[in-house]
DNA sequence: CACCCGTGGTG
DNA sequence: TCACCAAGGGT
């Protein structure tokens, strides 16, 4: 920590900032399914659950995943397919595939009791620094700064903290401040305060500032700098690919998906069968499809004519699908895998391919 | 550190 | 429309 925010924190009033931060959580704060008590196993779920992830967006996944796997036994004993589908659009994968081997790990090492000390908890996978520190602290009052996104934007506000918070050493510049004012007699509230305060008074654009409970602390307020801060470097624009995808189906409405390897994008998800476009080749889009299903799965088909396009929007790529409805006429090898319609219902699929399967039921009706 | 990893909402 | 956003972590 640099001098000049020692000096900051030297004088500013922590514990009046402290109750009246906590005062007005205790008041005003969401009546939210994973506030409903304080087991480390459900405030874990909804931590990994809101990773870069809306609230509105959470609480139904949060409620019926916690209805499917009630404790960590569960999770950890449950078939991957069953926990993937209880993901299904919720989106970053990997986040379940990792919390399921964690609980796996927690069952056998801890006996089933999630560790309650930072060396420990820090060991499971997908528990990086924020969520160590917010299951620490909400599950079991333990005073452990939790910075996320929220966090650095009310605090960059409270102390005028001018640093880039999109670069990762920055974090630990507001984790030295949190171990500074957080809370000894109630660190959950205080770290689950901050972070309301973040989503309902202090937000990214035009904050509240005239309701916030703390903005007598507040130093950018006092400057009328509040809308300048934090200060956050763009970032970058996601790169577009040209893709082509078959509903691949037989003369008895019987579907071909494929599953996707077991790392990278959409890792485990089932997919209808698509590629790359090459740009460089004279051949059509269409063109080119009937020659990958015949190489990648032997596959020999009746396609149609462009049937829909379909965009999907990562972080970092776009894809923009065209679809085409393809009619096998032999058996595919064993890198497809042959379901009726009704039970596509227990794969998991990314939204893209959600919508692909749309396009081609649009298609049966005309 | 830079990049990878989803999705839906919003001004 | 588009840029940005939302309780990050892994590599």
Redo the contacts with the bound molecule.
Sequence with gaps: MDNDLQNKLRSFSIHEFQDDLINWYLTEK?D?P??KDQDPYKVWV??IM????????VIPYFTSFIEKFPTIEALADANEEEVLKAW????????VR?LQSAVKEVKESYGGVVPNSPHEISK?????????G?ILSIAYNIPEPAV???VM?VLSRILSIWEDIA???TRKTFEDVTYELISRDDPSSFN?AL??L??LIC???SPSCLLCPVREHCTAFEEGVQAELPI?S????PKPLQMAAAVLHDSDGNLYIHKRPST????NLWEHPNFEIVATTGKTYREQLADYLQTEYEAKVVLSELAGTVE??????IWNISIFIAEVKNSPNENLVAVSPEELSKFAF???HQKIYQIYKGQNLA
């Design positions: 969401r939210l994973w506030r909804s931590e809101l990773q870069q992830t809306r609230v509105d967006t299904e659009g919720l989106g970053y994968y990997s986040r990792n499971l996978k997908g528990v990086g620094p924020y969520t160590k917010a996320d996104g929220n934007r670069k990762p050493k689950q972070m309301e973040g989503a937000t990214p654009t956050k763009k970032k970058k624009k990278g994008l959409l890792a999907h929007i990562f972080s970092h790529l990314p939204v893209s």
